[in-house]
């Protein structure tokens, strides 16, 4: 199975602060990954498919980019709303499989 | 509105079985891939199985295949996952989730709120 590995685990920022979540595959998955935000008590929610597509709705100070094994989820100001975890999926092949996950907290 | 409506969790001894069942509406279920992701307590998310829209292709995390089987009704707009053999290790709660298409590229853009499966004696 591929693994994901997402870094850091956690992260303390501010509000209007730019924030950069890395997801590493351990293998080339071109550009198959998916980033997902969860809130506490709630479902996640799909940001980005395809390594960089903004689904419909989601704010544009969230982006993403990478390809192969390496990826990065950037929210460009955080805003009290965007405290919560990010998780990255890939869909290179079956099983899918998540990142541990990344909780970003406010400082 | 995109609506799943996950149902069928409880607690269950080890070795017993549990159905879940998700009823999907607002959406075009039947043009839909679907599929089951759980998340132990204070744990990160994990896939555990999805299915094409037609249930042509079927896919397992290793850690359930031989136990778990995923079925789909697209007459009843529902989505199921047989578990059998329970252990405590499918202690979690489970969410049924949507997608365009099942395979590579795939992504889950609806999600229910999850049922809870609690497997101890």
């Known amino acids: 199975d591929i693994q994901m590995t997402q870094s850091p685990s956690s992260l303390s920022a501010s509000v209007a602060d730019r924030v950069t979540i890395t997801c590493r595959a351990s293998q080339s998955i071109s550009s198959y990954l998916n980033w997902y935000q969860q809130k506490p008590g709630q479902a996640p929610e799909l940001l980005i498919s395809?390594?960089?597509s903004l689904q419909s709705g989601v704010p544009s100070r969230f982006s993403g980019s990478g390809s192969g094994t390496d990826f990065t989820l950037t929210i460009s100001s955080l805003q009290p709303e965007d405290f919560a975890t990010y998780y990255c999926?890939?869909?290179?092949?079956?099983?899918?499989?998540f990142g541990q996950g990344t909780r970003l907290e406010i400082k | 509105e995109v609506q799943l409506v996950e149902s069928g969790g409880g607690l269950v001894q080890p070795g017993r079985s549990l159905r879940l069942s998700c009823a999907a509406s607002g959406f075009s279920f039947d043009d839909s891939a679907m599929h089951w992701v759980r998340q132990a307590p204070g744990k990160g998310l994990e896939w555990v199985s999805g299915i094409s829209w037609n249930s042509g292709s079927i896919g397992y995390v290793d850690s359930v295949k031989g136990r778990f089987t995923i079925s789909r009704d697209n007459a009843k707009n529902s989505l199921y996952l047989q578990m059998n053999s329970l252990t405590a290790e499918d202690t979690a709660l489970y969410y049924c989730?949507?997608?365009?298409?099942?395979?590579?590229?795939?992504?889950?853009?609806?999600w229910g709120q999850g049922t809870l499966v609690t497997v101890s004696s």
């Open positions: 395809a390594a960089s």
């Open positions: 999926q890939q869909s290179y092949n079956t099983p899918s499989t």
């Open positions: 989730a949507k997608g365009p298409f099942y395979g590579s590229g795939s992504y889950c853009n609806g």
